[in-house]
């Protein structure tokens, strides 16, 4: 398959054959036959199998291949790559770090004054991908690729807003760099400052085509790393949609590397948003994966596997996190979870409350399934009667925000402080506001 592609005539030089070489010359000395070369640079990443470059011409739909290069190897197809940390739950004490490597033997994390965790290690397989007989499943068939190994290490003894260093790996296939992180604050410490963003996915480094591209990706990942720089975020909150590989299973490494400068250095949870088996909303987005690698390259604090609900607590705030594509009529699981976990909120340790999910309640946006009313009028009465103070969802490529709203009428409105910021007075609790922020990187 062509995982990415270049047009020889992006060489300025191609088309006026500035780069000329005689192919043939007749007897007396002249040229007969002349080519014009080219030069194309990829940005190419360790993805363990071999790769080739393939010059074809007819374009995409009807491809003649002219020449194809002999297959390049990787140096080191083993080496620990893409090492990620996110938050197991409330207290900061320990962190989840997870990798990916060519290699099936278990790992280490090494860390702080030498202490060390070893990895546990898993992967997944084509069969594990889902199929339909009426929609083509790329990840079953012509966009499935090896993910190698999985790697998940518990770092433990660690105190909350505090910087360690680690790094990962073994002496066989190496080790990464040595990586400065921060713990989050502790649940019920005086203050939470958090990115939170939606539908991201990722985009070429080199300009390449590729199946599917998500522009804006690469300056926002640009931005919050310099957020990061700055000191100024504790946390990060990824809502979905996230890789948008959509069974293109290489494009989740494309993915992994884009976040690693912020997701190796600070403490992200993701929410999932996948269609596909069991999922509310039959579509074809998912492309086969069905939330398989997902759940395997980014284990979150949940209950169980395929149960991608949770909550957890970072200084002041409760998160409350649902899957809009998971059960939430009533009396369904998600919503008797949503409901108890809410209600147990201790409102003097963490003021406020966050819920959050990937399809909105409210858009200003009228485009193919962006607002179930069906979920608004099930589960918003939960969040009045549980005085939630913001409400986060994606999905819309775009950002909005509410007033205070409820049944889709205004029950306050901001004022203006002294910064000219609007502001809520929620000591006069009236409804919660929602902000829609799924403006990350696929265009608006």
């Not at 995982?3 to 300025?12: F, G, L, M, N, R």
Request: hydrophobic share 35%.
């Amino acid at each position: 398959m062509v995982e990415s592609a270049k047009y020889v005539s992006s060489d300025p030089t191609y088309l006026s054959c500035e780069q000329k070489d005689c192919r043939k010359y007749n007897k007396n000395g002249k040229c007969e036959i002349r080519t014009c070369s080219a030069s194309v640079i990829f940005h190419v990443i360790n993805i363990r199998t071999d790769i080739e470059f393939v010059f074809f011409a007819g374009g995409f739909h009807t491809p003649c291949v002219l020449k194809t290069t002999l297959p390049f190897k990787f140096s080191n197809p083993n080496a620990p790559l893409y090492g990620h940390l996110s938050s197991i739950d409330s207290s900061a004490t320990s962190m989840r770090l997870t990798w990916i490597s060519g290699d099936k033997k278990p790992q280490q994390v090494i860390y702080g004054n030498g202490k060390s965790q070893i990895s546990q290690v898993t992967t997944f397989s084509q069969d594990d991908m889902c199929g339909s007989t009426f929609i083509p499943s790329p990840a079953q068939d012509f966009g499935w690729h090896d993910p190698g190994y999985v790697h998940t290490a518990i770092i433990t003894g660690l105190q909350p807003s505090t910087i360690f260093n680690y790094k990962y790996g073994s002496d066989a296939v190496g080790w990464s760099d040595e990586i400065e992180f921060r713990t989050p604050p502790a649940g019920g410490s005086d203050e939470l400052k958090f990115l939170v963003f939606g539908d991201m996915g990722k985009a070429p480094l080199d300009a390449a085509i590729e199946h599917y591209i998500q522009p804006g990706s690469l300056s926002v990942v640009k931005a919050m790393v310099e957020e990061m720089r700055n000191g100024s975020v504790d946390s990060i909150f990824h809502i979905g949609d996230i890789s948008y590989a959509t069974g293109f299973l290489v494009e989740w490494e494309y993915f992994l590397h884009l976040i690693t400068p912020l997701a190796s250095k600070l403490n992200v949870l993701y929410f999932r948003d996948y269609a596909g088996s069991g999922s509310r909303y039959v579509t074809p987005d998912s492309g086969g994966e069905c939330g398989v690698p997902y759940e395997t390259y980014f284990p979150m604090p949940t209950a169980a596997k395929d149960k991608p609900w949770y909550a957890i607590e970072q200084g002041s705030v409760h998160f409350t996190v649902i899957s809009t594509e998971h059960d939430w009529t009533q009396n369904s699981e998600q919503y008797k979870w949503m409901t108890k976990d809410m209600e147990s909120v201790d409102r003097s340790k963490t003021p406020w409350l966050i819920f959050a999910g990937h399809r909105p309640m409210y858009s200003s946006y009228n485009g193919l399934i962006t607002v179930d009313s069906t979920f608004r009028n099930v589960v918003e009465p939960v969040l009045l009667a549980n005085k939630v103070d913001q409400v986060l969802f994606g999905h819309v490529h775009n950002y909005e925000r509410t007033c205070s709203i409820f049944k889709s009428e205004c029950w306050a409105m901001p004022r203006k402080d002294e910064n000219g910021t609007d502001t809520y007075d929620n000591g006069n609790y009236k409804a919660p506001v929602h902000a829609i922020v799924g403006m990350a990187g696929y265009s608006l």
